[in-house]
């Protein structure tokens, strides 16, 4: 009977790390330019502390790869920014998504970063000499387990989608 139960348990034990394991949150680039991807998140165990981390680099028309397979969350803030671009002769264009109905502020850098952000003290700059403060945009939450979806970057170079798993139940309260 004992060695039936540990079987059991065993049994119970896989199966929730196959399903914590499959939980993932990809981001895909369909647009033309490469897109530096920045995402922020809750730090577990202290209110109104985030994490905010960068860059992930995507590569044009399609480059994908998932921010940090170790990160196991059922909600995100996310930022992301091309280099400046030649669009013609004269004209010159960088695009940015997160920024524009932003739900949150979080710092940035110029570098690779990972920046404590308490959000009842924003005006406490970190020592990078390039930080800076933007508007990151609340990706949906999910209501049940954690995240098991795709943020793609449209060819468009504006819009943003999400899509998810068959599992994933979510909340999309996003700020409009």
């Known amino acids: 009977m004992a060695a039936f ?22 981001i895909c680039n369909n647009f033309s330019q490469t897109v530096y991807f920045a995402m922020a998140y809750a730090q577990p165990g202290y209110d109104e502390s985030y ?14 790869d998932q921010f940090d397979s170790a990160l196991h969350l059922t909600v995100f803030w996310y930022y992301a920014e091309t280099n400046q671009y030649k669009v013609s002769k004269n004209v010159k264009n960088k695009n940015m998504w997160g920024s524009v109905r932003a739900d949150k502020q979080f710092w940035i850098a110029t570098n690779s970063f ?15 000499p390039g930080a800076r403060l933007v508007g990151f945009t609340r990706s949906v939450e999910s209501k049940d387990s954690e995240l098991d979806e795709t943020l793609t ?6 819009n943003v ?4 798993s068959n599992n994933t139940n979510v909340n999309d309260n996003t700020s409009k």
């Open 5 to 26: 139960v540990r079987s059991v348990l065993l049994s119970v034990i896989l199966a929730m790390s196959a399903e914590r394991a499959e939980a993932a949150i990809k």
């Open 51 to 64: 994490i905010s981390r960068g860059w992930l680099v995507l590569n044009p028309n399609g480059g994908c």
């Open 114 to 128: 990972n920046f404590i952000n308490n959000l009842n003290d924003n005006q406490s700059r970190p020592g990078d």
């Open 153 to 158: 970057i449209e060819a468009d170079g504006i």
């Open 161 to 164: 989608s999400q899509s998810f």
